[in-house]
């Protein structure tokens, strides 16, 4: 079975520019969350999805950053435009049924912003 | 604050060493806790969970919840260079809540 996808692996764009990450969720997995994860530091929620709706998207800053999840598989989070903060890596998990949730990591992108 | 603290480290052990790690959380409310693995430029990997209090077995890896203190804890016994990574608790009320990480502690063993 494959894992969680994503992509770019990695990203160095100059401030004040736009740029895109893309996830593939486990196949069958209803939950999708982009997470943002500073050096250091744990993975932090930005938005998560239950299908294509986005049901808790309270730490995404919505002056800059938006997400879709169109037919409920894929989806995409952009930052427009990216400031020098916005450095860090950009992870994708995945869950099926809620109970445990148990989250399934894409290995992320780091994203560079000079 | 946050939901959950645990020491960052950096953790650096022997081989074949007993390895404790732990993070503590103030909210009674949560029900799951779980330990992600992250090996360098990977992301983070379901190791086990425990529901409740309690200990949970798992090959050289056990971990345990004491609700009574909110502290929980993950060993690692006869730890091996390939355990080197930074081990991140997470905690959720389960269903469809949030899970809330702690920063990570990097563990590295030394042949």
């Known amino acids: 079975e494959a894992g969680v996808v994503q992509s770019p692996r990695y990203k160095i764009i100059e401030k004040k520019q736009p740029v895109a990450f893309w996830c593939n969720p486990i196949?069958?997995?209803?939950?999708l969350y982009w997470y943002l994860q500073n050096l250091g530091q744990g993975p932090e929620l930005l938005i998560r999805?239950?299908?294509?709706?986005?049901?808790?998207d309270s730490q995404l800053p919505k002056d800059r950053f938006s997400a879709e999840r169109l037919k409920g598989v894929d989806s995409t989070l952009k930052i427009q435009p990216a400031e020098l903060g916005d450095s860090a890596v950009y992870l994708c998990?995945?869950?099926?049924?809620?109970?445990?949730?148990?989250?399934?990591f894409g290995p992320g992108t780091r994203l560079t912003v000079t | 604050q946050k939901e959950v603290e645990q020491d960052p480290g950096p953790l650096s052990v022997p081989e074949g060493a007993i390895v404790s790690l732990n993070c503590t959380y103030s909210n009674s409310a949560f029900q799951y806790f779980m330990w992600y693995r992250q090996y360098s430029r990977k992301g983070p990997e379901l190791l086990m969970y425990?529901?409740?209090?309690g200990n949970k077995e798992d090959g050289r890896f056990t971990a345990q919840v004491d609700k009574s203190s909110k502290y929980i804890s993950l060993f690692i016994r006869d730890s091996q260079p390939s355990d080197s990574a930074t081990y991140l608790c997470a905690i959720t009320r389960g269903g469809a809540n949030n899970l809330f990480f702690g920063t990570g502690t990097r563990l590295t063993v030394i042949p």
């Open positions: 999805y239950e299908n294509e709706e986005a049901v808790d």
């Open positions: 196949s069958g997995h209803n939950t």
């Open positions: 425990t529901y409740s209090s």
């Open positions: 998990a995945s869950s099926s049924t809620p109970g445990v949730n148990e989250q399934y």
